[in-house]
């Protein structure tokens, strides 16, 4: 749930895509995914060469081989750290978590600091702002605070770890 709640689509199209890779052969060309996902081609190679970036950073390592195949070492890419890469990376993440370590932050900060716009912040926190809502808790993403029941706000940061 925190998945569906804190990705945005294209990260959420780019761990179904990872998923889709772990149950291949260890060599394959992308042509072969077709058929397990959803994604045009198209789609599919762009998603890639994203999800090569992040294997890079995260293993420096490289999907593929040099004529073009992939090379998926399922016992070195795991999609559970790729899931929590994903997640530490993503904006809503980064709003929950900079609530704690800098409560006196405003959106404004938070804005200037990842360098995106307000209207950016409300549109990647209107899943979590209407989930919240529905357990009454309130998120004021101008003034970056929650308030609502201590405790399910407690769990619900111990949820996100």
Known sequence: MIVQLLLDDTAKDKLHLFTCMEK?????????????CDFSYTKIQSLLDTINQDMLTLYNRSLFSESGKIIFDSQLFDSGSYRTYLLNKSIAYQFLLNILINPEDQLV???????????????KMRMVKEYLSSQNVNLNLT??????????????YFHLS
């Open 24 to 36: 291949k052969e260890t060599t394959f060309f992308a042509n072969s995914l077709l058929a397990d």
């Open 109 to 123: 900060d938070f804005c200037e600091s990842h360098y995106l716009s307000r209207a950016t912040i409300h549109r």
């Open 143 to 156: 003034g970056m605070t929650l308030s609502g029941s201590e405790s399910f706000i407690r769990t619900f």
